[in-house]
């Protein structure tokens, strides 16, 4: 008997975003380098941050969840 085990990850299913409505975007911090992925509103500008990017395979699952192909767009 496992006392603590992990949960089988299943395939998460793609998500749709509003591509005429929001960019997609890694959000980057000057002082530590720190990145997030997330969604800009075009019209007003805002942000809304989804997930941490760690390392190139947060990135490919950011990319992979939400059907997102092509460069992403950096910001500071």
């Known amino acids: 008997m496992l006392l603590f085990h992990r949960r089988k990850q299943e ?20 002082c530590t380098g720190e990145r997030s992925a997330g969604f800009r509103d075009k019209a007003t500008g ?4 989804i ?15 939400y059907g997102i192909e092509g460069p992403i767009q950096e910001v500071y």
């Open 46 to 49: 805002r942000t809304e941050e």
């Open 11 to 30: 395939p998460e299913a793609v998500i749709r975003f509003d591509p005429e409505r929001y960019t997609p975007v890694i959000r980057r911090s000057i």
């Open 51 to 65: 997930m941490l990017i760690r390392d190139d395979r947060d990135l490919e699952a950011f990319r992979a969840q």
